[in-house]
């Protein structure tokens, strides 16, 4: 029970934290490409997140028998086909919208500003991978499985998961991010059931934020636009674009995200290799 009252404790806090920066964003228009102390804080939370949820594991659950999912066989292997699963999904939503007319892009210049963005953004999305799966489908789901079975823990980790991104901007524009929020969570924790561990969600994860905002040139669900090799300019309407939230706020990635869900459930499920995964 005591777990269960940390957690939520926990996400309240990270919630709290999150409506507070809003609400401080700076309204200059001014582009972050290296870090600053607002990010050393986001950082900072970040690794503090992480490291609680390695704590809570170590003090209250590891001795139950259930795994956190980091330490798992073949595991570069899993981070390997995630990684490649994220950029897939992530490029084909792009590409329908662009091909909708959605967006336009522009190919970026090539130079130092662009070099920093980009190593930044891989440091910035490997730290949200591995703490936010950590948490939500490493610590959360582990914990749900362990006392109500697989589709609960499912369920609760992509709800909570949801949660965790409310204080974002954009989030309530319309139905779409909430519902895209769910699937990604859905999808991530179908593939921690699947695969037996967490480094295929957190190859998702990292590659599919990445991709979406420093290749594709989309806000991260509703994070400020950066720049990225692909600059892009929205021409509307946002439920294809997605706005102000990035493509994760389209009716495209519904789409998108359902495939990936089937596609990882009967790939994964069908190989001797994986953990089975009765839903």
Known sequence: MLSFVIVFGIMFFIVAIQMIASADKRDDGSI?????????FAFGMMGAFMVASLAMYA?????????????QKRGSVFALHGLIGGILLIS????IIWASGGISWEASDW??????SLLYGILL???VALSEETFSRGYVQGLIR???GP???IV????????LHGANSGTFDSPYPIVNLILAGVIMAVAREATGGLWWPIGLHLSWNYFQGYVYGFKVSGTDSVPAVLQATDNGPASLTGGSFGAEGSFVSILVLLIGIIGVYYFYTNKKNASSLSL
């Open 125 to 127: 999305y490997v730290c």
């Open 156 to 163: 609760v980790s992509s709800l909570l998961f949801t949660i």
């Open 32 to 40: 972050q490409t290296d870090i600053g102390s607002g990010d050393l």
């Open 146 to 148: 362990h006392h109500y």
């Open 111 to 116: 130079n130092p500003e662009l070099v920093r």
């Open 92 to 95: 084909l939503s792009s590409v």
């Open 151 to 153: 589709r609960t823990a």
């Open 59 to 71: 003090w209250f659950e590891r001795k139950k028998g259930w795994s956190l999912g980091l330490k």
